[in-house]
């Protein structure tokens, strides 16, 4: 293949080229045209049914009504504080561990591998149906123990605990990509070994060597994770708690007009957390 | 054992917050009435259960081949063009768009589709119409078509245009040029791209929750929550997690087949 590769371009030939040109267009016009209608149609009509109603005319008045809807603020703060923890936690298990493995237990990869891939296998509803379950079981079994009050906290209403475990358990593949990626293009032996040479302890080789270097990494894996948890229903749900996307569905059967007006703004939020990264990467690499 | 120390928290955590739930889930499914058992496996087998696993896989295979043909079309449109801009927002709201399903995507289809929907009314759609087989595969492949451009696209990109020129100075035509040359480089990733559709499909319960479909098209996500919730009937719960079993199965199915065609894709891509 590469013994082909032309320095030059091939020159077309003639009866070919006007044919060629033309053709492709048309059907990239029609493929475009035709998924730019699928995509937009419904943005564009949902934003007008948040926007317009017979009685009324056309108002604004959902949105501001949506600040003052009981539940709206609650929601969204336990959402962006699961959220939070979600992040801390899920990078302070996986760098250090990634770090170990490719330092010094380069046999565990494998298995690092197949950890990480595991949570795809299952998906959210059934791993909630085990947490469920393990909760239910634990709280029979653990009830004469100390344990129980553990079990107790973990499930509190203020601050479930709980989501957060399932929830970092659901986005490790994802951060697992992300930082494996990022660890890639650095060669992390050699930057730990010479800052640990120079006397720097392992804290401070992890926060002002490793992390730094990561920066485009970390931040990418933060905001998916940030965009996968603001967005999430099954488990809080099923669970019987109340972050954002729950409440959205819990006022839409008395009040239509703010739900959809509600999932407008959570689009124009994981939009803008998305466009985020790739503004960051893209910065990087220019 | 201090070699090891720095991944130790990852590994117990997962043991825990991940094994304990797998196993409850295990030893539920296989446990009736306090004794073990196959029964709550056979009852997923049976009646209605087994009309919402057959609905969701087939829900699933239909979003799955038509979300790949048309996220290969629309990829192929985008990878073509010589506009850098369209290329750019292309990708990027579809890195957006896959990652939107959920709650937000269902009202947005009810607002637009449903029965007091914008545009349903401009139609004059009957009622009901979105909340139909073909209407929830319509909803699915708003995040389906994305994520098959995001799967896509690399591999599209990876099509040397020299192989092109190679085939056409041979004398090939384009359509031999597709078939031969370009359809084996791309098929590990347009398979790839098929099963990691009917995975997402198949896991999807938020958009059909949100949307009611329970009633018309019972999916076996829907039928999970309903029995763990006890709306059914109380005791179900070890039914509810005998259906994840069968779900968890179908996934890892799927993931067995994703993960070395994945692998192989990329072979041809460096």
Known sequence: MTALTPVAPVPETVPVTPRR?????LWRA???ALAALYFLVPLAASFWYTVHNEATGLSFAPYAELWAAEGF????????????????????????????????????????????????????ITLVAGVGKSLQAGGEV?????????????????????????????????????LDAGLRTMDVR????????????????????????????????????????????????????????????????????????????????????????????????A | MRRILGALPLLVFVALAFGIPAVAMVAGAFTVEGSPGFGNLALTLRGGYLTALGNSVKLSAVVALLGSVLGTFLAQAVVTSRSRALREAVLTASGVLANFGGVPLAFFWVATLGNSGVVSGLLGLPSGSLFTFWGLALVYLYFSVPLMVLVIAPALDGLRPQWREAAANNGATAWQYWRYVAL???????????????????????????????????????????????????????????????????????????????????????
């Open chain 1, 21 to 25: 040109r033309g053709r492709p267009r």
């Open chain 1, 30 to 32: 029609v493929v475009l």
């Open chain 1, 73 to 124: 603020l609650p929601s969204l703060l336990l959402s962006f504080g699961l959220a939070l923890a979600t992040i801390v936690l899920v990078l302070l298990l996986t760098l250090p561990a990634m770090i170990t493995v490719r330092l010094a237990a380069p046999r565990l990869r494998p298995v690092m591998e197949v950890i990480c891939t595991l949570p795809l296998v299952v998906p959210p």
């Open chain 1, 142 to 178: 653990l009830a004469p123990t100390p344990f129980w009050a553990t079990l107790i906290a973990l499930q509190d209403q203020d601050f479930p605990l709980v989501l957060v475990f399932v929830y970092v358990i659901l986005v490790l593949p994802f951060v697992y990509r992300s």
């Open chain 1, 190 to 285: 050699t930057l730990v070994e010479a800052a640990r040479n120079l006397g720097a302890s392992w804290p401070h080789v992890m926060l002002r060597v490793i992390v730094p270097n990561l920066r485009t990494a970390l931040a990418g894996a933060a905001f998916l994770t940030l965009a996968l948890v603001l967005g999430e229903y099954t488990v809080a749900s099923i669970l019987g708690y109340q972050p954002f996307a729950v409440w959205i569905v819990t006022i839409s059967g008395a009040k239509g007009q703010l739900s959809v007006a509600a999932s407008v703004l959570s689009l124009l939020l994981t939009w803008l957390l998305l466009l985020t990264i790739s503004g960051g990467s893209r910065d990087r690499s």
């Open chain 2, 184 to 270: 084996p480089v791309l098929t590990p990733g347009l398979l790839g791209g098929v099963v990691l559709l009917f995975g997402s499909a198949f896991a999807a319960y938020a958009t059909a929750s949100a949307m009611g479909a329970g009633t018309v098209l019972p999916l076996v996500t829907l039928k999970i929550a309903a029995a763990l919730s006890g709306d059914v009937q109380t005791g179900f719960e070890n039914v509810g997690l005998a259906l994840s079993l069968d779900m968890v199965l179908v996934a890892a199915l799927v993931m067995a087949v994703y993960l070395p065609l994945q692998r192989r894709s990329t072979r041809w891509l460096q």
